[in-house]
């Protein structure tokens, strides 16, 4: 597609319930990195796959954090049950590579918001 | 380690007056590089600028200008004749394999 996608743009869940956020990267873009962006914070990186390497997970709070890439295309972020401090927008970016020398595009978002 | 820092929370202008804003890092690696973005109320981030560590000269876009220097690991991002549209969180990152971003500048132009 011509941008990052990202679904849902919104979601509202109880506390303890698991959530599934979907990233749909630029298409060829073998790069694929989440990042948290909690309110009024800069953005804390969560993990990032590239083709079909291992992913780093350095960045992932928790193992109630967990994320896959499918086909080395969409990927998905599950919080399994779910804390009011897991509350903030989640932004996925892509890029041609891993590497400082390409840009990265980000989605715009879900912003999670725990109850 | 690899850090950012952008000492500077928050930000009030007038609008047409010049303002910089801040950036330090932190990397052991002698290749990398530099980003600013920018990330309106709409939430957005957009890219402005990136920068690799071998290219020092300054770098001027309209009204937005650019001065890396290596020797202070410095950064710095200046808005001149600053606008209400320029109104936004300003994020500084560094990148190696990963960004690693600040924790932004909220820059507030009022009329």
């Known amino acids: 597609g011509a941008g990052v996608s990202q679904s849902p743009s919104n979601k509202v869940t109880e506390k303890g319930k698991d959530v599934e956020l979907r990233c749909d990267p630029i298409?060829?873009?073998?790069?694929l990195y989440w990042y948290r962006q909690s309110l009024g914070q800069g953005l804390e990186f969560l993990i990032y796959f590239q083709g079909n390497s291992a992913p780093d997970k350095s960045g992932l709070p928790s193992d109630r954090f967990s994320a896959e890439r499918t086909g080395g295309s969409v990927s998905t972020l599950t919080i399994q049950r779910t804390q009011q401090e897991d509350s903030a927008v989640y932004l996925c970016a892509s890029s041609l590579a891993i590497g400082f020398n390409y840009g990265y595009t980000f989605g715009s978002g879900t912003r999670l918001t725990v109850v | 380690a690899q850090k950012v820092t952008q000492a500077q929370t928050e930000i009030s202008v007038v609008e047409k007056e010049d303002v910089t804003l801040d950036c330090v890092y932190e990397t052991r690696d002698t290749t990398y590089y530099l980003f600013w973005y920018k990330q309106p109320p709409s939430g957005e981030l957009v890219f402005l600028i990136r920068r690799n560590s071998f290219d020092e000269q300054n770098e001027i876009s309209g009204r937005y200008s650019w001065n890396f220097q290596k020797s202070t690991s410095s950064f710095n991002f200046t808005i001149t004749a600053s606008q209400v549209v320029d109104s936004a969180v300003y994020f500084c990152a560094l990148t190696a394999d990963k960004l690693i971003f600040g924790t932004g500048t909220r820059l507030q132009v009022f009329p």
């Open positions: 298409s060829g873009h073998t790069a």
